[in-house]
């Protein structure tokens, strides 16, 4: 069974940082795509970046390209996801996904930014 | 405003078929293959249907997925209220460079 728990979110004033981590489990994690995903209160998802298996590939939505980074740890089945200048916009959970398809989720962890 | 544009809402009966629409255009949909998610909230987000069509195991063959064009349809038949929840449609646009969701609609199940 494919797992994957994120932690890492909170509470950040305008302008701060937060990194956030995704374990994975049941998985041959460096054979696959890794992706972070968020939904705002109220709103649908929105893709927010993604990473190739080998780390070759990283793609961003437009409204954090030059903020965020995403990385990965293949010898510890981790993604990362490094959130600098953050905005009251940014304010969402934090979904952790995988494969080609998008095809697991973890749980998701709570990032707000507010003063 | 998505990328991806989906009725905001659909309703049907327990039993009945309904169809949630997805339309896009040649940077996504016209070109790639479309997904669709089932997400309650508070819970992961589900795949329900991958590469235009298919359904990973577990997932019912009440849901179908099709594409014709710049525009997906999800198809849900024999309505229950479990599969009261929201749904998305999804896919790679290469003018953005990267993964664009619809906007998401929610199903009630009267």
């Known amino acids: 069974e494919v797992q994957l728990v994120e932690s890492g979110g909170g509470l950040v004033q305008p302008g701060g940082s937060l990194r956030l981590s995704c374990v994975a489990s049941?998985?041959?994690?460096?054979?696959?795509?890794m992706y972070w995903v968020r939904q705002a209160p109220g709103k649908g998802l929105e893709w927010v970046a993604n990473?190739?298996?080998?780390?070759?590939?990283?793609n961003y939505v437009g409204s954090v390209k030059g903020r965020f980074t995403i990385s990965r740890d293949n010898a510890k089945n981790s993604l990362y996801l490094q959130m600098n200048s953050l905005r009251v916009e940014d304010t969402a959970v934090y979904y952790c996904?995988?494969?080609?398809?998008?095809?697991?989720w973890g749980q998701g962890t709570l990032v707000t930014v507010s003063s | 405003q998505s990328v991806l544009t989906q009725p905001p809402s659909v309703s049907g009966a327990p039993g009945q078929r309904v169809t949630i629409s997805c339309s896009g255009s040649?940077?996504?949909?016209?070109?790639?293959?479309v997904y669709w998610y089932q997400h309650l909230p508070g819970t992961a987000p589900k795949l329900l249907i991958y590469?235009?069509?298919q359904r990973p195991s577990g997932v019912p063959d009440r849901f179908s997925g099709s594409k014709s064009g710049t525009s997906a349809s999800l198809a849900i038949s024999g309505l229950r209220s479990a599969d009261e929840a929201d749904y998305y449609c999804?896919?790679?646009?290469?003018?953005?460079?990267?993964?664009?969701f619809g906007g998401g609609t929610k199903l009630t199940v009267l």
């Open positions: 996904a995988s494969g080609d398809s998008i095809d697991y």
């Open positions: 049941g998985l041959t994690f460096n054979k696959n795509w």
């Open positions: 990473i190739k298996y080998d780390e070759t590939e990283k």
């Open positions: 040649s940077s996504n949909i016209g070109t790639y293959h």
């Open positions: 590469l235009n069509n």
């Open positions: 999804a896919g790679w646009d290469d003018s953005l460079t990267g993964w664009v």
